[in-house]
């Protein structure tokens, strides 16, 4: 063959080569800003979901339980079936966090559903006016810190 055909085709070969690389590059950046996108929103979605099923469990526990407590039986019986609901509840949200989340979120979600849990156990174990007294301040301090973890990783500024 003649070299002046091989100039031609690896000209041609090398355009190809170089129109097919920025494509590729272009495909495989929208592919991870895609994926990016679609874990901040499942991200969102799962710490709404583990704070909002925080807050139920802790009022349920921390203030229906007296109410049913001085009340029938059948509010009782109704009582610790939504209590058991709203626990498992708790503990699928806090499985998702898991999933999805970092190290430091997954800890601060960890350590935030201890204190919630014990709050609970706390606020039933007296009487209503030991309840009333209870400290809030450790179990507010692990929400903030939570929030902020959260935030963080979403990208939310303070």
Do not use: C
């Not at 990016?36 to 099923?53: I, N, P, S, V």
């Not at 203030?63 to 509010?75: F, I, P």
């Not at 019986?77 to 708790?90: F, S, V």
Request: glycine share 6%; hydrophobic share 45%; net charge negative.
């Amino acid at each position: 063959m003649d070299t002046a055909l091989y100039v031609p085709l690896l000209s041609a070969a090398a355009g190809a080569l170089l129109g097919v690389v920025p494509l590729l590059i272009s495909l495989s950046v929208g592919s991870r800003n895609e994926h990016q996108k679609w874990l901040r929103d499942k991200r969102t979605e799962a710490y709404a979901a583990f704070l909002t099923a925080a807050d139920l469990f802790r009022e349920h526990g921390a203030t229906d339980y007296w109410e049913a407590k001085y009340t029938s039986d059948e509010a009782r019986r109704e009582y610790a079936t939504r209590a058991g609901e709203l626990r498992e509840e708790l503990n699928r949200a806090q499985t998702t966090v898991v999933l999805l989340g970092p190290t430091a979120t997954r800890n601060a979600a960890g350590d935030y559903h201890v204190l919630v849990l014990d709050f609970v156990e706390q606020s039933q174990a007296g009487t209503l006016d030991d309840a009333l007294e209870l400290d809030y301040s450790e179990l507010a301090a692990s929400r903030a810190v939570l929030l902020g973890v959260m935030n963080r990783v979403l990208g939310i500024k303070p």
